[in-house]
């Protein structure tokens, strides 16, 4: 009788079950490479709620393009305008919350959930400060042949002629706008507000003489000053503007501890993990700290303000409820 080789199922069984483990693991890896590499371990989006080209653009892709050699992904700004911002603000809401999409922010985070009703979000509670960025001053310009050279001759033309004065601004709840409506209050003075659909539209009114006041961010005012059409009567920061040295600021005018600031900082989905917004916040500190930043900042008029999370969530807490304060009495309504 022949020897019949018995069959054993085992080495067969052994070898497709460590096959289907290698596959598993396989699969694992690939399909969680979060926990396979380091942050960051692709382009980062940076949303900005403007066009390009204005103040915050700038700033967005300077700190970016600082952060992106210091950590070797792009930073790549993304400009989604619309809504006062709103739009770009809801994005980043809804963007996973990895580190790979954040926010450059501006007064209008803080002030858009006063402005527009029902609230079209709550900054506290969907997103996560991670760094303060700067801040740009608020100008108070006039047509050069403007009957009043400083902040006291305009008081002085207001309070002789109440309401007959105008002020153009970028529009309806602007940062700009809501400045001077802190400032009419502060001053005891009654100013007519004339809304534009941005600020080069108000600029070119009141080169025109079509308005004689306009309230704008320093950048936007600056080529107009330098070629005489306008003049700089205050701008309405603790300091005066490297880009108007001879300008008055505010308080200088009579109006100690008077603020109103366009300021910038850096926002991320609220469920972003700790370690990604404490690097993230180390990285921009860095980045203020370069040189290209800093003349960046210098050149748009700001000065950049480095300092903790918390501290950038003090103050967007604190700007809410200064917006939902003047919102309330001055019965604004957004465009």
Do not use: C
Not at 279 to 303: D, F, I, N, Y
């Amino acid at each position: 009788m022949k020897n019949i080789p018995m069959f054993n199922p085992l080495p067969n069984f052994t070898r497709r079950l460590s096959l289907s483990l290698a596959a598993a693991a396989l699969i694992s890896a690939l399909s969680l490479p979060s926990l396979a590499q380091p942050y960051p371990a692709k382009p980062v989006r940076v949303v900005v709620g403007y066009s390009a080209g204005g103040a915050v653009d700038a700033v967005a892709r300077a700190v970016g393009q600082a952060m992106s050699t210091s950590l070797g992904q792009p930073f790549i700004v993304e400009n989604k305008p619309g809504a006062g911002t709103n739009i770009a603000v809801k994005h980043v809401i809804g963007s996973e919350p990895d580190g790979y999409t954040l926010m450059m922010a501006a007064n209008a985070l803080a002030a858009n959930m006063a402005l527009y009703q029902p609230a079209p979000f709550d900054a506290e509670r969907d997103l996560v400060p991670v760094s303060l960025i700067g801040r740009v001053p608020v100008v108070i310009a006039a047509n050069v042949n403007a009957p009043y050279a400083n902040i006291a001759q305009l008081l002085a033309s207001a309070k002789a002629r109440p309401g007959a004065i105008a002020f153009g601004t970028p529009g309806n709840g602007s940062t700009p706008h809501m400045a001077l409506e802190f400032f009419v209050r502060a001053a005891g003075i009654n100013l007519q507000h004339v809304p534009y659909r941005g600020g080069a539209q108000a600029l070119t009114d009141v080169i025109g003489g079509q308005v004689p006041l306009v309230a704008v961010n320093a950048l936007e005012v600056q080529p107009h000053v330098k070629s005489g059409k306008l003049k700089v009567l205050a701008v309405l920061s603790p300091n005066r503007s490297a880009i108007f040295p001879d300008a008055p600021t505010i308080a200088e005018s009579g109006f100690p501890g008077f603020e109103a600031s366009v300021w910038y900082g850096l926002v991320a989905p609220v469920a972003t993990p700790k370690p990604i917004v404490a690097l993230l916040h180390a990285e921009v500190q860095k980045a203020l700290q370069t040189k290209e930043v800093r003349e960046r900042m210098t050149a748009v008029g700001g000065e950049i303000i480095p300092g903790s999370a918390d501290m950038f969530a003090a103050l967007i807490r604190s700007e809410r409820q200064r917006y939902e304060k003047l919102v309330r009495d001055a019965n604004i309504k957004p465009d």
